[in-house]
């Protein structure tokens, strides 16, 4: 059974650096789409960042680029989304997402929520002016 569990939330002021984690278990991690997500109050959820380490791909949401860096460690099996200079429009429930269609990677949907089969139970990320 695939589950996801993050943790690495937590309120910081604007600048501040937070690193996110996704436990992953029941499957190789590396072997599937890994996306993030967030969504703020009363806003869609939205695609932050994707991987697909087999295949070398990464992609980020504009909004993010150059400041969050998506990771994982394959020994540990868990996915990270480092997230440096944080704004306040970065604060949402943050949550990791899978799939093992890992043409979701390749053909530009990865921010497409409908295209996950597993999600996390998010973690919130709280950023101070």
């Known amino acids: 059974q695939v589950q996801l569990v993050e943790s690495g939330g937590g309120s910081v002021q604007a600048g501040g650096s937070l690193r996110l984690s996704c436990a992953a278990s029941?499957?190789?991690?590396?072997?599937?789409?890994m996306g993030w997500f967030r969504q703020a109050p009363e806003k869609e959820r939205e695609g932050v960042a994707a991987a697909y380490t087999i295949g070398g791909r990464t992609y980020y949401a504009d909004s993010v680029k150059g400041r969050f860096t998506i990771s994982q460690d394959n020994v540990k099996n868990t996915l990270y989304l480092q997230m440096d200079s944080l704004k306040p429009e970065d604060t949402a429930m943050y949550y990791c997402?899978?799939?093992?269609?890992?043409?979701?990677?390749?053909?530009?949907?990865?921010?497409?929520?409908?295209?996950?089969?597993?999600w996390g139970q998010g973690t919130q990320v709280t950023v101070s002016s």
């Open positions: 997402a899978a799939t093992p269609s890992t043409m979701t990677c390749y053909l530009g949907s990865w921010s497409l929520r409908h295209k996950y089969n597993y």
């Open positions: 029941g499957y190789t991690l590396r072997t599937y789409c």
